[in-house]
Each structure stands twice: as structure tokens, then as C-alpha cells.
């Protein structure tokens, strides 16, 4: 159980620390939240998956598809700070959910065609 709280804390208290960095500064919060932290987020998933003893297969894999995983959602980004001053936050959430899901679903299709 001890186990499972430090995972939790830890990752917790990255999203903490980058929301407060925000706060201060946007460029430096999105600079911190672009790829530094994302892989050591993933980072911190793989240390997690090893430690548990999981087969290095599913280790391996998990590195793989969240390569493939994260693509996709990169037009959001654009897209967000685009529409937030015209439409507000939450329909600019719930815009961007959508259009996630679409490119997702756009790119697996591509991406089948591929073998990926």
C-alpha cells in the first residue's frame, strides 16, 4: 500500500509543480510540460513497470505505443489556445476531447496501413 502512495504522490506532485510554475510564468510552465516532464512522467511508468517485475516485453511496449500515442494528440495543442478566447474554456475542452478522438481514430487507421 506504501507502494502505491509514493506512486501517487510523486506523480501528483509533478502535475502540482507545473500547474504553480504556470501560474507564475506560461511560457515556462508550458516549456516544463512540453517534453521534459511528459517523458519523465514515462519514465517514471517504465521505473514503476520494472520495479513491479512486470516481463520486459510489456516494458518495451509501453515505450513504443506511447511514441505512436502522443502524435496524435499534438493538434490539440495548436488548436486549444486558438479557439479559447472564442469560445471559453470548456467548450474549447470539450472541442479539443473531440477532436483528439478523431485524430486518434484517423491515425490508427493511417497508421494500420503501415503495419503500425
Known amino acids: 500500500m506504501a507502494w ?10 509533478m502535475v502540482v509543480f507545473i500547474s504553480e510554475v504556470a501560474k507564475r510564468s506560461d511560457r515556462l510552465g508550458g516549456f516544463i510540460a512540453a517534453l521534459p516532464v511528459m517523458t519523465l512522467l514515462t519514465l517514471l511508468t517504465l521505473l514503476w513497470l520494472y520495479l513491479e517485475n512486470q516481463p520486459e516485453e510489456k516494458i518495451a511496449n509501453h515505450a513504443y505505443y506511447t511514441f505512436w500515442y502522443v502524435i496524435p494528440t499534438l493538434p490539440m495543442f495548436l488548436l486549444f489556445p486558438y479557439l479559447l478566447p472564442k469560445l471559453g474554456f470548456w467548450i474549447t475542452m ?20 503501415f503495419g503500425i
Open 4 to 13: 502505491i502512495i509514493t506512486k501517487y504522490l510523486l506523480t501528483a506532485g
Open 94 to 113: 470539450g472541442v479539443c476531447v473531440v477532436v483528439t478522438v478523431i485524430c486518434f481514430g484517423l491515425f490508427a487507421l493511417v497508421m494500420k496501413g
